[in-house]
């Protein structure tokens, strides 16, 4: 039929006879043509597939990264408040995670640094003012003494005297508080006992007590065990209270 065909041949074993089969070449084949198809489509499926995938991968991580970008630009044109929303991907909210603390991170130190240098300068301008006004207080204090000197013998003088000078003691104490204000405190903790910060205390604030009649009186339900505390700052709220009272 001048048809190319595939063909094998089996010998019977009798008679010579040989059996011969075929099959048309276009026949036999067409499975490979139809396979080179199937996996022509795949290939292109596949590549559709991956090109889809990388394309939205490619987004999302783009997306990240824009927000990043965002958030980095609104922090350099001075915004004081900036976070990531939640992204995606495992890796992306990591790194958003990470980016947000330490926005947090750098938002606590600029309130820091902020205060600190308002403390500062707070500080600074207190202890002008508590110079220029100790002179004329000092040359108040002088003169209040040596009016009262001269007016010993009056007992109503001299009780206006040390209410004077009572006073005058009071504003320089206020003045000495007012200059520690905006000053960083460094405190010095140590084991005290309570006795012993007591006894300083009432060294300080007796003279006051007495000349105002008052008698103090320390109660300590510690049973000895130690405080641990800055002895300095202590005594100086305790002090305070003492005399406020």
């Known amino acids: 039929r001048n048809r190319e065909v595939v063909s094998t041949a089996l010998p019977l074993g009798f008679n010579e006879w040989v059996l011969v089969a075929e099959i048309d070449t276009a026949e036999a084949f067409h499975w490979t043509d139809d396979l080179i198809r199937q996996i022509l489509l795949a290939s292109i499926l596949i590549l559709l597939f991956v090109t889809a995938s990388a394309m939205w991968l490619s987004n999302r991580i783009t997306a990240s990264f824009r927000s990043l970008a965002d958030a980095a630009h609104r922090i ?45 300068r707070v500080g600074e301008l207190t202890s002008r003012i508590v110079h220029e006004m100790r002179n004329p207080l000092s040359s108040i204090k002088m003169n209040v003494q040596a009016l009262g000197a001269q007016t010993a013998r009056d007992n109503e003088d001299a009780e206006l005297k040390s209410i004077a000078l009572g006073q ?29 910060l007591m006894n300083s205390t009432i060294h300080i604030v007796g003279s006051e007590a007495n000349r105002h009649n008052v008698r103090l009186a320390v109660s300590d339900a510690t049973r000895g065990l130690p405080l641990l505390g800055a002895r300095e700052h202590l005594t100086r709220a305790v002090s305070t209270l003492l005399l406020n009272a």
């Open 76 to 120: 350099r044109d001075g915004a004081s408040t900036v976070s990531l929303r939640p992204m995606g991907s495992l890796e992306a909210s990591e790194v958003g995670d990470a980016f947000n603390q330490m926005l947090a991170d750098l938002q606590t130190k600029q309130r820091e640094l902020v205060r600190s240098e308002t403390l500062a």
């Open 168 to 196: 005058l003691d009071r504003i320089e104490r206020m003045l000495s508080d007012l200059q520690q204000y905006g000053r960083p405190i460094e405190l010095n903790r140590q084991a005290l006992a309570f006795s012993d």
